[in-house]
């Protein structure tokens, strides 16, 4: 089965205090591993895919990276609109089932 | 605009009462899917469909039915709902699930909260 898990629950940064969220997973070979961002009361709004080991991906302050075990998102710099929870999730080859992870909470204050 | 639609957003509704909710995608993609959301147990996918006709089960299918008779329409029923299901649901739907890195993009509704009495 399938499992993701997110660490720290919940991050409170400074407004340019640059951080890392983790993202463990466990699949049965990786078709790809996905971030989203969630504001209260709204849909995830995807950010990244990524395929395989040593990947990264940018966009603007955020930087996804990959490694076999974990995925990293890292936030430079960041502002307090970048405040939301982000969700990381994985699909596995030869299936189409999604798994999420709870999510890391991330509050940056001004 | 390219979007996700789900109906209704909020409804109260008892115990065993049948109820439909509906999502609809205008961006011709052949993936979509059912999620709930619960505090400490994050999103979870209840059903998903590959295509017309093509479903099958995600994590917690146990009391819910779809069915994918168009391309653009995949609805979530509660048969006989109970309060364990009082929860907030998403439809995501993508151009499908393999290839280039847009055919995995999830795109997600605004959500319907759900509450069962």
């Known amino acids: 089965e399938d499992q993701v898990t997110q660490s720290p629950e919940a991050l409170r940064l400074q407004e340019g205090e640059s951080s890392s969220l983790n993202c463990s997973y466990t699949?049965?070979?990786?078709?790809?591993l996905f971030w989203y961002r969630q504001d209260p009361g709204k849909g995830p709004e995807f950010l990244f895919t990524l395929y395989s080991a040593g990947e990264e991906k940018e966009k603007e302050r955020l930087k996804a990276t990959l490694t076999k075990k974990e995925s990293f998102l890292h936030i430079t710099a960041p502002k307090p609109e970048d405040s939301a929870t982000y969700l990381c999730a994985v699909q596995g080859r030869g299936y189409q089932k999604v798994t999420f992870g709870i999510g890391t909470k991330l509050q940056v204050i001004p | 605009e390219a979007q996700v639609t789900q109906n209704p957003r909020y409804l109260i509704t008892v115990t065993g009462k049948k109820l439909t909710v509906t999502c609809s995608q205008n961006?011709?993609?052949?993936?979509m899917s059912w999620y709930r959301q619960d505090p400490g147990l994050g999103l979870r996918q209840i059903y998903y469909?590959?295509?017309?006709?093509?479903?099958d089960k995600g994590d917690v299918p146990e009391g819910y039915k779809v069915s994918r008779k168009e391309k653009r329409n995949f609805p979530l029923i509660l048969e006989s709902p109970s309060p364990n299901q009082t929860s907030l649901y998403f439809c995501a739907s993508s151009l499908g699930t393999s290839g280039p890195s847009s055919y995995n993009e999830q795109f997600f509704g605004p959500g319907t909260r759900l509450t069962v009495l």
């Open positions: 961006m011709n993609h052949e993936y």
């Open positions: 469909s590959m295509n017309v006709e093509v479903t």
């Open positions: 699949v049965s070979g990786l078709r790809g």
